[in-house]
């Protein structure tokens, strides 16, 4: 069972930064069959991806409210996601989520393209 588990949320002034963190278990496809990504949801808002990724080619997709802000990395054995977030507005205050699923062609910044999803960690910036 794909399992998918985020932490480094937290609160921060604006201007501060946060790193988020997902470890990815029980992913059965090969190792480059997937794609990843980081979305989030305020309240009263549709769920927005605003960081996808295939790995073994093609470039990141941001949305463009994090775009210059946020960058999306993964670590060496594949089984970490990270979301580093710089000036951080206050408008960036959500619930944040890592999210896998196969790997596809298209935009990535569509969250049906995604099957398995965390829990969800809270970033809060006051301004």
């Known amino acids: 069972q794909v399992q998918l588990m985020e932490s480094g949320g937290g609160s921060v002034q604006a201007g501060g930064s946060l790193r988020l963190s997902c470890s990815v278990s029980g992913w059965k496809y090969g190792a480059n069959a997937y794609c990843l990504a980081w979305a989030r949801q305020a309240p009263g808002n549709e769920r927005e991806v605003v960081a996808g990724?295939?790995?073994?080619?093609?470039?990141?997709d941001y949305s463009d409210s994090v775009k210059g802000r946020f960058t999306l990395s993964q670590d060496s054995t594949k089984t970490n996601l990270y979301l580093q977030m710089d000036s951080l507005k206050p408008e960036d205050t959500a619930m944040y989520y890592c999210?896998?699923?196969?790997?596809?062609?298209?935009?990535?910044?569509?969250?049906?393209?995604?099957?398995?999803w965390g829990q969800g960690t809270q970033v809060t910036v006051s301004s």
């Open positions: 990724t295939c790995p073994g080619g093609g470039r990141t």
């Open positions: 999210a896998v699923g196969p790997r596809f062609v298209g935009n990535k910044l569509r969250p049906d393209r995604y099957n398995f």
